[in-house]
């Protein structure tokens, strides 16, 4: 009998629980069930369902049951930053709204007049944008003190959702580091800053590793999906997730987390919380084992898929490329991570805004419009490796690009002929293998990291393209 854990992997458009075994030394996918994602328009905000994705964690779970594939572990992992707010009997307090709202709109400078940019960077690692939760969580103070004053439980979204399945509330060390308000070398909340912008510090619970046990179903869950089962935390990042995926050696290479963001980096042991690393814009996240990943942050597929959903996916991702590829010529690049590019009413309005800013020629046809994008994303991963390099004091020679993005042969090339280094593409469902793989090693199932990573690497195919 196969010994079977799920992952359930919820990204911004879509979340999907895949099944993982072991079979004859490689690690087999299945996935079970697929939904759908996305913010609301709800009293003026952005907002996402979490009523009804934890609906569609269930309906998954019950699909494990109908076909008779009962995971002995699952875990839970979402993109970062987002969290809620519990009262003294567990409710969510406000609105669940998404980190691209614009709430945080002027946080920054009010956090800064508190502690500075530097101050903040020194303590955490963390670089600065401006959704991050630690401007999220004071534009709350700002706008609903009271949620504040009621609140009892502080929680990242993917331990809400491990809270209503098992009862137990559990904050996980990886996700936790993407709120601002870690010490990165101590690797515990930052009492100084929780203090000084007047946070309570008993919201902020003890942090776990992944690979921690978090508990069993609750009897209601267990009666609702068939079955009980050992739920287990992976990194619940899913940038974490997806890290412990790359099938490098060691730190043999620059990775590409590519998805709705890019994220790029290397992985270190320790963090830098340099001036210099701040200046560079580059991020500390916590990772498996205490690895920090050492990261940028780009805007990434966010863009193109903005585009095609602008265009009433009139073209398939295939077709778009396609008519990039015709439009090789087309010269004009923009800084895809600009904030005018984070939630723009018209993705394309917004690129056409910035090329006529910026005096260069304005992209018109589809062909145009998604050249300057894909060159844009490119340009952008070149100055990145540049930045880590030259942080790290190491040349990278390959960029091991996991996730869905990976599939983008285009994008793939030109990141190949513009960063001047080898592109491996692949493993593409890279955060459900990290976070299967985090539930092994938990297990037993896989000694270490290197030996999950060369797991990875003979079960999933890895395509190679050379940088001419």
Known sequence: MNKYYLAIDIGASSGRHILGSLQDGKLVLEEIYRFKNGVEEKNGHL?????????????????????????????????????????????ILGDTIAYRDSRTDGIDEAVEAILSAGELYQKTGIQKQIFNTIYQLYAVKKEHPEYLEQAETFLMVPDYFHFLLTGKKMNEYTNASTTGMLHAKRKEWDAEIIEKLGFKKALFGTLYPPKTVVGTFADAIKEEVGFD???????THDTGSAVLSVPMKGSDSIYISSGTWSLMGVEQTEPNCSEESRMQNITNEGGIDYRFRYLKNIMGLWIIQSIKKEYKDRYSFNDLEQAARECQDFASVVDVNDNCFLAPKSMIGAIQEYCREKGGPVPETVGEIMQCAYQSLANCYKEAAASIESMTGRTYDKIRIVGGGCQDDYLNLLTARTTGKTVCAGPVEATAIGNIMAQMLGDGAVASIDEARACVAESFAIKTIENK
């Open 229 to 235: 089962c050992t739920v287990v935390l992976p990194a």
């Open 47 to 91: 907002c996402w369902n979490y009523e009804n994705l934890f609906a569609e964690i269930k309906n998954g779970l019950r699909k494990c049951a109908e076909i008779g594939k009962i995971p002995v572990t699952m875990g839970i992992d979402t993109w970062g930053v987002d969290f809620v707010l519990l009262d003294q009997a567990d409710k």
